[in-house]
């Protein structure tokens, strides 16, 4: 079998030492505390689990939905949802797109917009799918950097025109993965202006938009006034409720680009399966995603207080399950998350995975397997306390 000379555009995976490290590890027995899955620990709320029961016993749900853009209640009830969380009005039938996870319509989008020879902007350090995608599409990727001293936002006055004219997408994510950055609707207001006055389509990642604390509610770019006109905004209920496994989420936004997105899929996918997008849309009104929110906090604030407490000056995310922390002085961010694997078997995901401008941080999990209170990472804190050699 010969593969397809694109596969072999895809960057090197830049874990391979962690990963073998990881193995070694577990192998050993040793007590790994494991900081590098962003996926929740926790369970699909059980009203959740019941709903879909039912629906599953439907049998329009067995057949091949043959809707246009995915089962109507899902999209209405998401709509609905929409309005009531943003306050912005959607069309069902043509601002709305059924999705099997927000990362596969993240995927096609680019494969419906981006043409051999186009160009995708993505910020560095960045979730990699549409770079990766716009590569093997034949495309190429202007990095834009992600600066700390910028909240982790992009500066669009950096960004060359030259390039800007020639851009056909801009991929945004906020919340952030994996800086856990969020964007005010100012910021998107900017964002907006500057893809009107180039032409350049935003993907805006919402997958974090409902893992929020201390409060804050993240906002949609589609809040801004003629945003429809030239973003999509992908969602997800993978993080919002603990469904990560069971692919469903949505697009939102300029119905171009929906329909676009939607003639890409057609020759591709069936859509999800539809009484777990029936579930979505009950989901979405009715399941409550409060408990798991409440133990994600109580982790957040017992790792930063803890890192805080070795030396690190770092404020508590808003949103997402992320701790993006700087290296202490003298280590890469492989060489850190190398050291805190084999002295205090913790495991984090060094920033260069995310791109060069990642590499002076490592990413940590709030997402922990077989933690019940925050224990786990406490006792991170402490095997790091008494393992890690750190001098600011
Ligand atoms: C930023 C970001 N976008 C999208 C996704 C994909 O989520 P989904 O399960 O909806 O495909 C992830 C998953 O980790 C993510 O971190």
Not at 327 to 332: F, L
Request: hydrophobic share 40%; with cysteine; net charge negative.
């Amino acid at each position: 079998m010969q593969q397809a000379k694109r596969l072999s555009l895809i960057p090197p995976y830049l874990f391979g030492e962690i990963a073998r490290l990881k193995r070694q590890a577990i192998a050993e027995g040793k007590d790994l505390i494991d900081l590098g899955i962003g996926d929740p620990d926790q369970p699909t709320p059980d009203e959740v689990i019941a709903k879909l029961g039912e629906f599953v016993k439907d049998p329009s749900t067995h057949c091949y939905d043959e809707s246009s853009n995915g089962r109507v209640e899902f999209l209405e009830q998401a709509a609905s949802w929409f309005k009531t969380r943003f306050g912005v009005d959607l069309d069902p039938a043509t601002e709305l797109l059924e999705l099997i996870g927000s990362k596969e319509g993240l995927a096609h989008i680019v494969w419906a917009t981006i043409d051999p020879g186009d160009l995708a902007l993505v910020p560095d350090p960045g979730y990699t799918v549409i770079k990766v995608n716009t590569l093997l599409a034949g495309g190429s990727v202007y990095e834009f950097p992600l600066f700390p001293e910028n909240g982790f936002l992009p500066d669009f006055d950096t960004i060359p025109a030259d390039v800007a004219q020639k851009a056909k997408i801009i991929y945004l994510n906020y919340p952030n993965n994996p800086t856990g950055a969020i964007a005010t609707k100012e910021f998107f207001e900017k964002a907006v202006a500057w893809a009107r006055k180039y032409d350049v389509l935003i993907v805006q990642d919402c997958a974090y938009s409902e893992v929020n604390f201390d409060g804050y509610k993240a906002p949609s770019i589609l809040e801004v006034e003629g945003a429809k006109d030239v973003a999509i905004e992908m969602h997800s209920l993978s993080k919002t409720f603990n469904m990560t496994g069971w692919r469903i989420g949505f697009a939102a936004g300029n119905a171009d680009a929906i329909k676009a997105l939607n003639t890409m899929k057609s020759n591709v996918d069936s859509k999800a399966f539809a009484a777990i997008a029936l579930t979505a849309g009950w989901s979405l009104h009715n399941a409550s995603n409060e408990e798991s929110l409440a133990l994600i906090k109580r982790r957040r604030d017992i790792l930063i207080d803890g890192l805080n407490s070795l030396g690190w000056k770092l404020e508590k995310p808003k949103a997402t399950f992320y701790v993006w922390a700087p290296v202490p002085p003298g280590y890469t961010s492989v060489s850190f998350a190398k050291t805190l694997l084999e002295d205090a078997n913790v495991l984090a995901i060094p920033g260069l995975g995310y791109g060069p401008h990642g590499d002076g941080f490592v990413r940590m999990s709030l997402t922990v397997n077989g933690d019940h209170n925050g224990e786990r990472l406490a006792q991170a804190i402490e095997r790091i306390r008494a393992g890690v050699k750190i001098s600011w």
